[in-house]
């Protein structure tokens, strides 16, 4: 499974990733070729998209959330390497007030 954070105001802290399930939601029955936007609940724990392509790889797209700044999302990576204590949303260049965070496990962490 590949997954992919993006910026947003609220997100959990961290991830508990076992195989296709995500924070306790199941993912794996997820067929190929399916698309999913989820709901609510999944994304109140997160979860934002989910995809599973055509070779049977799941692509999920997390939230991670952030202060004041402006933000691009991360690149992808297996959700094997997810580490609950890093930064994975980038921060871009421009004028905005406030100081840049991103939230971890850890908490705030100031860029």
């Known amino acids: 499974m590949k997954v ?20 306790g ?6 067929e190929h070729g399916d ?3 989820g709901n609510d609940e999944t994304k109140a724990a997160g979860i934002r998209h989910a995809e599973r392509d055509e070779a049977g790889e ?7 959330e952030v202060g004041p700044g402006h ?6 990576i297996d959700a094997a390497a997810y580490d609950p204590d ?12 406030g100081r840049a965070y991103v939230v971890t496990r850890k908490g705030k962490v100031y860029v």
């Open 58 to 64: 799941l692509w999920v797209t997390l939230k991670q």
């Open 4 to 23: 992919k954070f993006k910026a947003t105001g609220t997100a959990p802290t961290h991830y508990e990733i076992d195989g296709e399930t995500i924070n």
């Open 71 to 76: 933000w691009s999302e991360s690149e992808w």
């Open 25 to 30: 939601f199941d993912l794996s029955a997820l």
């Open 86 to 97: 890093a930064v994975y949303v980038q921060q871009k260049k421009g004028d905005y007030s």
């Open 35 to 37: 698309k999913w936007q």
